[in-house]
T-cell receptor
């Protein structure tokens, strides 16, 4: 069974630009969560989607948004990039039917903002 | 104060040693406790998943949860150089407002020397 797939693996952007990251969950999983990982703050929860609806959201500014498609694939968008947005962005999937199911992570997208 | 505290290390041990990794937490609502392993430039890999207090064993790994002390541990027996990685504890509370949301420790970097 294929794991969680994230594309692209690396991205370099400049301040003020926007970026879209993609995540394909494990086959059959309907919940996708997004996390930001930085050396200073560690792993922080961004948001969670289930059946194309955002069910939960972390404490990030509105520049961070996401969506989920009918096939459970998800995208995350960051607008007006800032230097502090440089991070590893991780996607995780789970079945989504229970509130505390195991989360399985992808390898992430390393975003560098110059 | 962070909700989950974890000593970042680094921790260096000789091959074959028993490794003890720990986290403390402040939120008494946490009921689900996880340990993830993360290799450089990879996403976190789920090692152990436990509910409430008690012990769980899987091969060379043992997870312990003491909710009365708000303290969780991961023990690695007969450590191998391939165990060299960052180990992250993670926790979540029950309820719809916590779907997909894990609170992570900062991670402990472990090096096992041959």
């Amino acid at each position: 069974k294929a794991g969680v797939t994230q594309t692209p693996r690396y991205l370099i952007k400049t301040r003020g630009q926007q970026v879209t990251l993609s995540c394909s969950p494990i086959s059959g999983h309907r919940s996708v969560s997004w996390y930001q990982q930085t050396p200073g703050q560690g792993l922080q929860f961004l948001f969670e989607y289930f059946s194309e609806t955002q069910r939960n959201k972390g404490n990030f500014p509105g520049r961070f948004s996401g969506r989920q498609f009918s096939n459970s694939r998800s995208e995350m968008n960051v607008s007006t990039l800032e230097l502090g947005d440089s991070a590893l962005y991780l996607c995780a999937s789970s079945g989504g039917l229970a509130t505390n199911e195991k989360l399985f992570f992808g390898s992430g997208t390393q975003l560098s903002v110059l | 104060q962070k909700e989950v505290e974890q000593d970042p290390g680094p921790l260096s041990v000789p091959e074959g040693a028993i490794v003890s990794l720990n986290c403390t937490y402040s939120n008494s609502a946490f009921q689900y406790f996880m340990w993830y392993r993360q290799y450089s430039r990879k996403g976190p890999e789920l090692l152990m998943y436990t509910y409430s207090s008690g012990n769980k064993e899987d091969g060379r790994f043992t997870a312990q949860v003491d909710k009365s002390s708000k303290y969780i541990s991961l023990f690695i027996r007969d450590s191998q150089p391939s165990d060299s990685a960052t180990y992250l504890c993670a926790m979540s509370a029950r309820g719809s407002s916590n779907t997909g949301k894990l609170i992570f420790g900062q991670g402990t970097t472990l090096q096992v020397k041959p």
